[in-house]
Nanobody, 125 residues
Framework: VQLVESGGGLVQAGGSLRLSCAAS????????MGWFRQAPGNEREFVAA????????YYADSVKGRFTISRDNAKNTVYLQMNSLKPDDTAVYYC???????????????????WGQGTQVTVSS
């Protein structure tokens, strides 16, 4: 499985970005997917996750109400819509795939077997 993120960039505080993660493979629809981020000097942290059907989603408290994770299984793509961005959201954002067929996604990185290369999001104040 290969994951390729896109959509990062520089945005002012209060702005929006939509990240995309395109996955290879014919069984994407059975993967739970997650978004994580890592800021300089910080550990990687969970942002959001979605089950294989799209019916279960979870968010970190820090992004709840501002970020929305979604997926289009026909396009093998998962999205992260980020609104009301804050400087604290600045980080490299990674998408990750859990290919164990989990309907209820996990929030911990070790459950995810495949990772993208990351896309930089910078929010200026």
């Amino acid at each position: 499985v290969q994951l390729v993120e896109s959509g990062g960039g520089l945005v002012q505080a209060g702005g929006s970005l939509r990240l995309s993660c395109a996955a290879s493979g014919r069984t994407f629809s059975s993967y739970a997917m997650g978004w994580f981020r890592q800021a300089p000097g910080n550990e990687r942290e969970f942002v959001a996750a979605i089950g294989w059907s799209g019916g279960n989603t979870y968010y970190a408290d820090s992004v709840k109400g501002r970020f929305t994770i979604s997926r289009d299984n026909a396009k093998n793509t998962v999205y992260l819509q980020m609104n009301s961005l804050k400087p604290d959201d600045t980080a490299v954002y990674y998408c990750a795939a859990d290919n164990t067929g989990r309907a209820i996604p996990e929030r911990l990185g070790p459950y995810y077997s495949y990772w993208g290369q990351g896309t930089q999001v910078t929010v200026s104040s």
